[in-house]
């Protein structure tokens, strides 16, 4: 049993906690290097999910858990349902109205988050999204980075500056735009757009990073750069990334998960996934014979 | 030897024909529409701008401007030679001078003073349709566009509004008629006209009566919105779904409600595309006769509106909003269908046709300069 003490970090959230998840089943054969329930900030369990109220599943049956303060890693080939996972993760799939979660629990922090108590709002101040095309807004720098706040109500100036200061030196793009915090966003380079998107997504403080393929529209330089931020990130947040370029993996990740065709084929640590996986899939996969 | 001479020379002529014959469609709506300008501007622009007449005269004839239509008197003074002179002018002339010499005296209908009236009440009747069409084609727009469940239903509302968009303007105007002037609305007033009041109750220190609000600013204003709201609708959604799908998510994933969403994340990037249409769609309802004809515009009125208007705060709003306007496009009506075409009418009838026409292409050219400005500025 997940229990939920005073400094359960679920207790932040707006909708009271009223049923702590149910103990989770021990996890599947794919699956030989566990991680311990303790350990785990998201645990996915026998998740199904469908984008046509359950005709066709594009996830089957998935069971994992995601450990708190790591890179895990999603691979797999286009289609193989690695984003459509990434997006149940802060419910983003609610934006398709005939999208269902068909069988399973998600439960991050021991939660369950699609119970019908929990507010997809609050979930998504807690788990954060970087997405595959840099997307700011067509403001300031600091009105970009500022928005998560201003949205929470926040309006103190001091507040605003402190925390748009330290969310991009802490996104390593200070020391590039300190001195045009006020010109258009649209003005940085790809890269920076990009790492602009992650200080807009820590400002507001998530326990999560979920980053869908954040390197795939940056040339290397610029993708190095997001690598190297991602390795900084680790230490403060979880970070759930999905990624189509396998080096990518390798450079970033401490636990990586293949998916093929909606199934989870295999999840271990990187380093076992790469140089010695148990699946004949995923060594096809990881060296290049297939996908 | 040349490989690539031509192997038919009879389908070479057949080509160039054809393409001379398309240019030659293509260039005569072009001449049409340069000739019907032309033609407004010769006979209008020495009405506006007597300078340009062969007599000559003031830059602008501000009195065409700032006078409301009156009669046209003409005469012959005593020296034989022909003179007009708007009615008020007239009676004011003859007043002081009892004695002139007032011979062949003739009047014509509408012909004189100025097209104040009509030019200020199709402003107000704009103002009144936009505001309305506004507020509620962008709420029908944002909830078709970002709250409604797409699905069979939200497809039908869709077509039936594009269908409204197709229903006749006199349709509009009939419409208009019977539930706007006709059936009973709520409107304050200071006096309850028992035949027309349907129940009155007592507030504000006056009533909030249940009448018709008969030939009226409001009914034709809102007569027009109802005509331009499938314009208004349509070009909303096209703005909030040129929007790229990325602001939505980013704003949503930052944790933001639907609402706060749409406010800071979709409508001000959406409001130029809004701007834009509804400039446009000013210049539609600006032209339209069918649906005020029954609704709200007269020939002829004395004052303008506001000199017209009793009462204090809402009460004169709402005098205001149930008296009946002039409106430049029935006004053009009038003096072309009403009265002959003789020498003294001719200035009225080319004069208000060419204003009529410098105002509406000024909205159409603020449109697309708004277009073009924004496209430039608003790029993502």
Request: net charge neutral; proline share 5%.
């Amino acid at each position: 049993m997940v229990t939920t003490s005073p400094s359960d970090p679920m207790t932040e959230l707006a909708t009271p906690v009223e049923s702590p998840a149910k103990a989770s089943p021990s996890t599947k054969a794919n699956n030989p290097n566990p991680i311990a329930e303790q350990d785990a900030m998201i645990e996915i369990d026998d998740v199904s999910f469908s984008y046509d109220m359950g005709k066709t599943n594009v996830l089957k049956n998935i069971s994992f858990n995601i450990p708190a303060g790591k890179v895990t890693a999603l691979i797999g080939p286009s289609g193989c349902g690695k984003s459509t996972l990434l997006r149940c993760l802060n419910r983003m799939n609610d934006l398709v109205d005939t999208s269902k979660v068909t069988t399973g629990q998600i439960r991050i922090m021991g939660q369950d988050i699609n119970a019908h108590d929990v507010d997809p709002i609050e979930l998504r101040k807690q788990v954060g999204m970087v997405f595959q095309k840099y997307n700011p807004f067509p403001k300031s720098i600091y009105e970009n980075v500022a928005y998560g706040l201003r949205i929470q109500g926040i309006k103190n100036k001091a507040r605003l500056d402190e925390a748009v200061e330290k969310s991009l030196q802490r996104a390593a793009l200070w020391n590039e735009v300190k001195d045009r915090l006020n010109s258009s966003a649209l003005g940085l380079s790809g890269g920076q757009q990009q790492r602009l998107c992650i200080a807009r997504t820590i400002a507001v403080n998530p326990r999560i990073v979920l980053m869908d393929e954040p390197c795939s529209a940056l040339d290397p330089i610029a993708t190095a750069r997001i690598e190297e931020l991602i390795a900084e990130l680790q230490e403060e947040f979880t970070i759930v990334i999905v990624t189509h370029n396998m080096q990518q993996a390798t450079r970033v990740s401490d636990r990586t998960a293949f998916f093929y065709l909606g199934e989870l084929i295999e999840y271990d640590d990187t380093t076992t996934i790469f140089g010695n996986p148990s699946v004949t899939q995923t060594e096809d996969y990881v060296s290049g014979r297939f996908g | 030897m040349n490989p690539f001479k031509s192997s038919s020379s009879a389908q070479k002529t057949k080509d160039g024909l054809l393409s001379g014959f398309f240019a030659l469609l293509t260039y005569l709506i072009l001449g049409c529409t340069l000739f019907i300008f032309f033609d407004i501007a010769k006979k209008g622009l020495p009405v506006l701008m007597p300078v340009f007449s062969e007599k000559g005269g003031e830059v602008v004839d501000l009195d065409f401007l700032t006078r409301m239509p009156e009669t046209l008197v003409d005469y012959t003074d005593e020296n034989g030679e022909k003179q007009s002179l708007a009615s008020s002018d007239f009676i004011e002339y003859t007043k002081a001078n009892p004695d002139a010499v007032i011979e062949n005296k003739k009047t014509n209908a509408y012909s004189g003073g100025g097209i104040a009236g009509p030019l200020v009440g199709t402003a107000l009747l704009v103002i009144v349709c936009m505001v309305v069409a506004l507020i509620v084609g962008v709420a029908a727009a944002v909830y078709l566009n970002e709250y409604a469940k797409q699905g069979r239903f939200v497809g039908m509302i869709r077509l039936a509004i594009m269908n409204l968009a197709g229903v006749p303007s006199i349709v509009f105007g009939l419409f208009g008629f019977a539930f706007f002037c006709l059936f009973p609305l709520p409107i304050f007033t200071m006096i309850v006209n028992e035949e027309k009041s349907l129940a009155a109750i007592p507030m504000f220190g006056g009533y909030l009566s249940f009448q018709g609000w008969g030939n009226s600013l409001l009914a034709g204003g809102l007569t027009l919105a109802v005509m331009v709201l499938p314009v208004i609708i349509a070009a909303c959604e096209e703005s909030l779904k040129a929007i790229p799908k990325g602001f939505r998510e980013a704003s949503l994933a930052l944790g933001a409600t639907k609402w706060q969403c749409i406010r800071t994340a979709v409508l001000p990037y959406a409001t130029p595309g809004i701007l834009t249409a509804s400039v446009l769609g000013v210049t539609r309802v600006a032209g339209e006769t069918a649906p005020i004809m029954f609704t709200a515009a007269v020939a002829l009125k004395g004052k303008l509106p506001w000199q017209e208007a009793d009462g204090k705060g809402i009460f004169w709003v709402s005098d205001l909003l149930t008296d009946s306007v002039q409106a430049m496009p029935y006004h053009i009506y009038t003096v072309a269908a009403r009265i002959p075409r003789t020498d003294a009418t001719a200035a009225m009838q080319d004069g208000s046709v060419f204003v009529f026409l410098l105002m509406v292409m000024t909205f159409a050219s603020v449109s697309i300069y708004l277009r073009i400005h924004f496209r430039k500025k608003l790029k993502w």
